[in-house]
């Protein structure tokens, strides 16, 4: 009796597990929904250099405490999915004068400048993180991320993967009009 339940144990372990995934796959769920533990959580503390060899400052936590409303994007000159959402950054940062900053995550510094310097620079600043650990603080898993962040530094808002023309009108816009009343 006790050698037939040894057996049952791994179909049971193998229908538990199925039945999850089963569970995943029929339900309306949006892969990109993951939840963050940062949500409304104050921005972490960090200091970041510039890229390497690109006039002006870096990026540090105190620039997204100054009562402005940011949106902090992670990006690299490596990530298609960043080169894709790279226009929609321009137009939110042109047209709409969005506050954009930029986390170059674990880029090489002459391919990110060559990279701003074919597409265009949205960005009001730029930190290099260099070894990620920035992102890891941040919470990030892939590229792009992009994170809201109110008037006090607090993240309101992350979107994971590249920003497309739905996003902007469902995700962001309306976001940035709220926190900017």
Wanted: hydrophobic letters at 40%.
């Amino acid at each position: 009796m006790r050698g037939r339940l040894l057996y049952l144990v791994p179909v049971i372990v193998f229908g538990v597990i199925a039945g999850y995934f089963l569970w995943g796959l029929i339900t309306d769920r949006d892969p990109r929904e993951i939840p963050s533990a940062m949500i409304d959580q104050p921005v972490p503390e960090f200091d970041l250099a510039p890229i390497e060899g690109m006039e002006g400052p870096g990026l540090k936590t105190s620039d997204l405490t100054g009562g402005q409303v940011t949106l902090v994007n992670f990006f690299a000159s490596w990530c298609l999915p960043c080169l894709a959402e790279h226009a929609f950054l321009i137009e939110l940062a042109e047209r709409d004068g969005v506050r954009l900053v930029g986390i170059n995550y674990k880029n090489e510094p002459e391919e990110a400048r060559a990279w701003l310097a074919e597409l265009g620079n949205p960005y009001a600043r730029i930190g290099a993180d260099t070894t990620g650990r920035v992102g890891i603080d941040w919470g990030v898993y892939g590229l792009p991320e992009t994170f809201l962040i109110d008037k006090q530094g607090r993240i309101r808002y992350r979107h994971v993967g590249p920003i497309d023309a739905g996003a902007l009108e469902r995700e962001f816009r309306p976001r940035l009009r709220e926190l900017n009343e």
